[in-house]
């Protein structure tokens, strides 16, 4: 992307209002450009419209007009979501007119280095951890990003002196063209959002953009057990930084002793006397905490702290200077979240598990007998990969939502017994009330429920969050 003054009195299209929409068009309001605001929901339906209206913005509600990108246009700015075959982007693309994401705009405008931070699962976890840490070390960081926060609206509150931390989705990074973090961090890959990309290739390619412009003095953090991370990272140019749970490294961090597996069925290796050490190219070495001082629960959790910790390490922070925030950071919300201790079953949340990966370390993660409520949106996997995990480790599955049957193969398939499929009733809260209840009489004291739906929550709910308190308020009114 060119820089942003140079579009100044040209032509913008902001493509798709929400937040990250409504702040990429104040930006480019407010350096001068003339900027057209379109969404394809009707005006009612768009309560930020007024806001930009009143601005003195355009903007067109209830379709996408002709003529919309034409000649004139200088850039196209999309929300992440909208696919590249909606009809204003390829009209673009036509014209070679330039398709951006708000998170381009971002890097060109931030006065705070960026810390990027990507993967198929774990972004938020590690991300928030990654804000807490670098706090504990008073080195200043905003989080925004796929998080909540548009990074477009959070480079006017950053502190030119701190880190704007950002959670990056591959929708995000696909729309990148000379984004540079200083440090970027690729936590995993897995299959998932290929309704979107197409096929993993795409998708690989996407998230491996977090550091396709980084340079030497730059830092890149990836996961050496995930072998397509490995593969991305021999390509790097930055200085290259990896984490492990499987691994002794000799440079970057890992828990040592290595666990021997991080496959379903290992997590039963007991946490005592493992540690938590980085190792510099230099030959430092320090044990920054036992993997059993650790405030979030499971080894996927583990994982994500290794890359947070990671990036604390590279940002300047001191290993003794972590360690008490990692003892006190109980995770976020729906991320394997505890709900409660009702009637002796302990209920948790983990609506934030949108792929079979997601929900398998967070199955393997909880110690007692489970009964697992999964199901969602159908992206046209067949699920198999679950068929182990849910034969060593369920007790009883309740299956929602466009993949309940599909699902429900799964666990015969895996010699289940205990199977219920839960067909639509009325709204959706009144069916995550009914999975709910179907769990809880599967259940006995000592057991787990757990919602981990290993899909997509837009069959039936307008987001995981909504899910996720859903799930919390029905296993509340037990």
Partial sequence: MKELSSYRGRKVVVLGLARSGVAAAKLFHGIGADVVVNDRKEREQCPEADELTALGISVLC??????????????LVKNPGIPYTADPVVVAQQLGVEVVSEVEVAGQLSPAPIIGITGSNGKTTTTTLTGV?????GLKPLVAGNIGRPLSDAVKEVDPDGWLVAELSSFQLKGTSDFRPRIGCLLNIAETHLDYHGDMEDYVGSKS??????????VAIYNADDETCARIAESIHAQRVPFSLTQRLPAGVSVEPPYADIKPGAEGETEAERWIVSRTAEGGEQRVIRVDELGIPG???????????AIALSAGAKPEQLVQALRDFRGVEHRLEYVGLIQGVKYYNDSKATNPMASTMSIISLPAPLIL???????????????????????GLVAIGETREKLGRIASLAGLEAVKLVEPIGDAESTVRRAVEEAAAMASPGDIVLLSPACASWDMFPSYETR????KQSAHTL
């Fill in 373 to 395: 409520i999964a199901g969602g949106l159908d992206r046209g996997s067949d699920y198999m990969e679950l068929v182990p995990v849910f034969r060593d480790r369920l007790k």
């Fill in 62 to 75: 209830g379709g996408h007009p002709q003529g919309l990108v034409n000649a004139e246009t200088a850039l």
């Fill in 299 to 309: 080894r996927h959790n583990t994982a994500n702290a290794l890359a947070a910790i």
């Fill in 133 to 137: 840490l670098l706090e504990a070390a």
């Fill in 468 to 471: 996720g308190r859903m799930f």
């Fill in 209 to 218: 953009k977090l550091f396709d412009n980084q340079q030497e003095t730059d």
